[in-house]
């Protein structure tokens, strides 16, 4: 199918999409447009203007601040998914992208659009709370920060109003000796996830410290899992514990019942994943 | 909305044109430009028979409207060797990389863009760079064989780069 009419712009600058993004009527920004033109094709989604945010300059930034990693509105699922900053300063990012669409659309599928998006399959805003990341989301009016667990409100919802654009995402350098992992089982490699299940941890005299676990798939948005980390605090790694830790998992979602997956098969991936990326992350941490 | 002018390369040619802006690449390629060999099977971003490179990247042309290539360079399956065979065309045909012939510009495209950085990809690599493009022919196998040999002939042709 063919999508419906729209108006068409294309700014240069960012307070011209933001003023347009007020004044427009229902306007969206089209940013990799992976995911918004196959809504638009099937007419799913109907904006009456698209707002072009490709041709603005300085988007596409990948860079540390200190010790924070700042990502822009343009970056590409590629080139974060190569950048040498993520790789060694965020390495579980570089290899959830392992699982994250195909070639040709990471070339143009922005992170920002895809947190946007708010599938509840999607890897990285999973990803984005286990790494507490924080939202820059601006508006003709100003700017805030919205932390990534409060971002995504639901399926395919976000925090943000309809004149707020996603301008960066500010992710906090794990710390040093953090170990930690990402897997994940979809149909296909490159499609949703039935079932992804992230880990972080750190070890302090064998114990367990500060464990992040999240998970993406298993519910209407992605999230962590905080009924596990109280379990792992504060405990060594046994595979008995990662056990108990994914029944628990695996008690605290509801997942969704779709042909190709039932609830019941999601729950015993999280079971299955969750010992996994605990032992590895574990493994991992120094 | 009024129709926009856009002005760009498509293989090696300047092509301007006046487009509305819901026109698809794909539908500008195959209906405007009049170059069929951009084929469009799912038109929803899934299957990958419609790739062509913009600016020496793979992409989805059902998932870009045509306003948005305004100075860009595409190079869809007719730009590929110059009136004869490329050498990946050739081990397409050497190895039975197609059998209807459906996905094969896709595929192409996804095999150059791939061959462009990585001379010398593992077979593993070649899988990774086709995950996106369906064959419902099921012709994988010698699809991954004939991007392998494309890439030595490639190699042969031009030992520097390898
Ligand atoms: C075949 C296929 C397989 C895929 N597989 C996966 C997968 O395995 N995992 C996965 O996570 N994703 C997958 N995707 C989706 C892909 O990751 C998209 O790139 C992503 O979801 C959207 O990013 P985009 O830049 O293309 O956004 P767009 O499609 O341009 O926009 C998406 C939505 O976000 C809004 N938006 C975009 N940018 C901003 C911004 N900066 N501020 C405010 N609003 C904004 C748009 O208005 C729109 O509503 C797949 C897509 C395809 C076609
Ligand atoms: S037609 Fe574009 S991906 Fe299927
Ligand atoms: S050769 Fe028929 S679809 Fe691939």
Redesign the interface.
Same mark, same amino acid.
């Given at each position: 199918? &063919?999508? @419906? &009419?729209?108006?068409?712009s294309?700014p240069d600058d960012l307070p011209t999409v933001l003023a347009l993004l007020a004044d427009q009527e229902d306007a969206r920004i089209l940013a990799g447009?992976?995911s918004l %033109?196959?809504m638009m =094709?099937?007419r799913i989604a109907q904006p009456a203007a698209?707002i072009?945010i =490709?041709r603005v300059p300085g988007l596409d930034y990948i860079r540390m601040e200190g010790d924070v990693i700042a990502i822009g509105a343009l970056a590409r699922h @590629?080139d974060i998914q190569r950048s040498p900053v993520i790789q060694s300063n965020i390495p579980i990012m570089t290899e959830a992208y392992d699982w994250v669409?195909?070639?040709? %659309?990471r070339?143009?599928g922005t992170l920002c659009g895809n947190l946007c998006h708010a599938d509840p399959a999607s890897e990285m805003p999973a990803l984005m709370q286990l790494l507490e990341a924080q939202m820059v989301v601006a508006s003709h009016t100003g700017q805030r920060e919205v932390p990534a667990a409060d971002f995504f409100t639901g399926t395919y919802e976000t925090a943000l109003e309809p004149d707020e654009m996603l301008t960066e995402v500010r992710i906090a350098k794990p710390a040093a000796g953090t170990g930690w992992r990402f897997e994940e089982v979809s149909m296909? &490699?490159?499609d949703f996830a039935w079932a992804a299940c992230a880990a972080m941890l750190r070890l302090e005299a064998g114990q367990i410290a500060m464990p992040r676990v999240a998970v993406a798939g298993v519910g209407d948005a992605p999230m962590r899992l905080d009924a596990v980390e109280a379990i792992l605090t504060g405990q060594a790694p046994s595979e008995d514990l990662f056990q108990t830790a994914a029944q628990t998992g695996a008690d605290a979602i509801d997942p969704p019942e779709t042909p190709a997956a039932s609830a019941a098969y999601r729950k015993d991936l999280v079971r299955t994943l969750l010992p996994r990326v605990l032992s590895t992350a574990a493994e991992r941490a120094e | 909305m009024d129709k926009i002018e856009v002005s760009l390369t498509v293989n090696g040619r300047t092509r301007a044109a006046l487009v509305s802006p819901r026109m698809l690449l794909s539908d500008f390629i195959r209906h405007e430009l009049a170059l069929p060999g951009t084929h469009v099977g799912c038109e929803h971003g899934v299957c990958g028979s419609c790739n062509v490179l913009v600016d020496g990247k793979a992409v989805r042309s059902c998932l870009m409207f045509a306003v948005q290539t305004d100075g860009a360079q595409i190079t869809t399956i007719e730009g590929f060797g110059d009136g004869d065979l490329d050498p990946i065309q050739t081990a397409f045909w050497e190895e039975h990389g197609l059998q209807c012939g459906f996905c094969t510009p896709g595929m192409l495209a996804s095999a150059k863009e791939l061959l462009d950085h990585n001379p010398d990809p593992s077979d593993e690599e070649i899988r990774e760079a086709i995950s996106g493009n369906l064959c419902r022919c099921t012709g994988y196998e010698y699809i991954i064989n004939a991007i392998r040999s494309a890439a030595a002939k490639l190699r042969a042709a031009d030992p520097a780069a390898a």
């Amino acid at each position: 199918m &063919k999508p @419906a &009419k729209f108006e068409y712009s294309r700014p240069d600058d960012l307070p011209t999409v933001l003023a347009l993004l007020a004044d427009q009527e229902d306007a969206r920004i089209l940013a990799g447009g992976q995911s918004l %033109v196959p809504m638009m =094709n099937f007419r799913i989604a109907q904006p009456a203007a698209l707002i072009d945010i =490709n041709r603005v300059p300085g988007l596409d930034y990948i860079r540390m601040e200190g010790d924070v990693i700042a990502i822009g509105a343009l970056a590409r699922h @590629a080139d974060i998914q190569r950048s040498p900053v993520i790789q060694s300063n965020i390495p579980i990012m570089t290899e959830a992208y392992d699982w994250v669409a195909h070639s040709a %659309v990471r070339n143009r599928g922005t992170l920002c659009g895809n947190l946007c998006h708010a599938d509840p399959a999607s890897e990285m805003p999973a990803l984005m709370q286990l790494l507490e990341a924080q939202m820059v989301v601006a508006s003709h009016t100003g700017q805030r920060e919205v932390p990534a667990a409060d971002f995504f409100t639901g399926t395919y919802e976000t925090a943000l109003e309809p004149d707020e654009m996603l301008t960066e995402v500010r992710i906090a350098k794990p710390a040093a000796g953090t170990g930690w992992r990402f897997e994940e089982v979809s149909m296909r &490699k490159g499609d949703f996830a039935w079932a992804a299940c992230a880990a972080m941890l750190r070890l302090e005299a064998g114990q367990i410290a500060m464990p992040r676990v999240a998970v993406a798939g298993v519910g209407d948005a992605p999230m962590r899992l905080d009924a596990v980390e109280a379990i792992l605090t504060g405990q060594a790694p046994s595979e008995d514990l990662f056990q108990t830790a994914a029944q628990t998992g695996a008690d605290a979602i509801d997942p969704p019942e779709t042909p190709a997956a039932s609830a019941a098969y999601r729950k015993d991936l999280v079971r299955t994943l969750l010992p996994r990326v605990l032992s590895t992350a574990a493994e991992r941490a120094e | 909305m009024d129709k926009i002018e856009v002005s760009l390369t498509v293989n090696g040619r300047t092509r301007a044109a006046l487009v509305s802006p819901r026109m698809l690449l794909s539908d500008f390629i195959r209906h405007e430009l009049a170059l069929p060999g951009t084929h469009v099977g799912c038109e929803h971003g899934v299957c990958g028979s419609c790739n062509v490179l913009v600016d020496g990247k793979a992409v989805r042309s059902c998932l870009m409207f045509a306003v948005q290539t305004d100075g860009a360079q595409i190079t869809t399956i007719e730009g590929f060797g110059d009136g004869d065979l490329d050498p990946i065309q050739t081990a397409f045909w050497e190895e039975h990389g197609l059998q209807c012939g459906f996905c094969t510009p896709g595929m192409l495209a996804s095999a150059k863009e791939l061959l462009d950085h990585n001379p010398d990809p593992s077979d593993e690599e070649i899988r990774e760079a086709i995950s996106g493009n369906l064959c419902r022919c099921t012709g994988y196998e010698y699809i991954i064989n004939a991007i392998r040999s494309a890439a030595a002939k490639l190699r042969a042709a031009d030992p520097a780069a390898a």
